[in-house]
């Protein structure tokens, strides 16, 4: 409380500001780790199989999907300040472990636990903190817009993180592992900035797991929300195939300094795209239009490894990016009840179960069908959203 009396002292449009300020310096500093570079390429030279890689990723979903309604619910009936102060904090610690590991698997698996941990406080406590300060402002219509702008201080710190990530890799692989905690801890700083705001839903007591409650049927009883979920569903499959990308790097004989150079690439596209988001809201055509694109790009990476192929990847990339900020726009602009992060973690977790099963499925195709046959699989499954997304005839983001 005397936080947001703090805040209340303050000119409106000031506080406003200020909150944007430090939203944004936090998107950017969660982000900004010279890990990201690098790790998968990490995992594999202290000897783990592709196969074994898969499993971490799978392992780093499962624990995700299962810490996503727990701390959804908390960031309902709990500070969500104080909850995007820690996650930071222990995500930092996931680094710590790696550097620690030696090549030892379970080292590895404990460290992607602390990565799910922290960002299953960060799920959902982010967005509904967003909304409800914006609307305390009166600013509600904004929220694609702080959003999008949120996405590409993201991006941009990424392709920051990424360029220094592979100078560091190219000295010792392992500094781009530990130094990935400082901007953590900077981060964790900038949470202290924010302030708890009245919630945008009526105020009355509600129990913990009164919300997980709530939030169940509520996403039971929108049928937009159940399609907004879907499509996200959809294409998350380019995040999935990230993964693996720097393995295709290695198998086009892409050098390792380089590594962070093609990262800093993707994320600036990435960045612009986020930026641009909210000029495409209200066109349903966008929708079908850019997953289709991006399932013709990697059509052509599966067909023709090389480093060009990695320029398809990157756009293959960033002309989905926006429609990530707009589907979760939605989500928040849909949500009508009192459990918004729960209702958000819940979306999450629904996401989570494509997240366990995809990697080790991606990792078996690469297995037996060689490297560049996951990009085919990726192209096939945006392809199939894009006509899914046109059968829906606008239904999907209310223009019908």
Known sequence: MSSLNESSTLPIEAAYRRFLRYFYLWYAGYDLCFAYAVCTIFFSLRGLSVVQIALLLSWWSLTSILLEIPTGALADCWSRRTMLVIAPLIKALCFVVWFLADGHFALYALGFLLWSLGSA?????????????????????????????GMSWKYLAQAAGGILGGVLASYHIEWAILLSVIPLLFTALCALKFHDMPKTEPAREIHYLQHIRLATHELYDSRLLRYLCI????????????????????????????????????MLAS????????????????????????????????????????GLILLAYAVVTPLSILAESRIQHGITGASRATVTSAINFILGGFYIVVPVILGF?????HLPAIYLAGAIQLLAIAVWVLSMRGRLDGTS
Not at 130 to 147: M, N
Not at 249 to 255: A, G
Not at 257 to 265: K, T
Not at 282 to 310: E, N
């Open 121 to 149: 406080l960060v799920s959902g406590t982010q967005e509904a903190l967003l909304y409800d300060t914006l609307a305390h402002h009166s600013r509600r219509q904004d929220y694609e817009r702080v959003l999008g702008r």
């Open 231 to 266: 499509y996200l569903l959809g294409i998350s499959i380019v995040g999935e195939l990230e993964e693996f990308d720097q393995l295709y790097y290695q198998l086009v004989h892409l050098p390792l300094a380089a590594f962070g150079a093609v990262m800093c690439i993707g």
């Open 271 to 310: 960045a612009l795209g986020s930026r641009l988001a909210h000029h495409l809201k209200g066109k349903a055509v966008v929708l079908a239009g850019l997953p289709l694109i991006s399932a013709v790009c990697l059509v052509f990476v599966w067909r023709v490894p090389s480093i060009t192929g990695i």
């Open 365 to 369: 195709i690469a297995k037996t069908c």
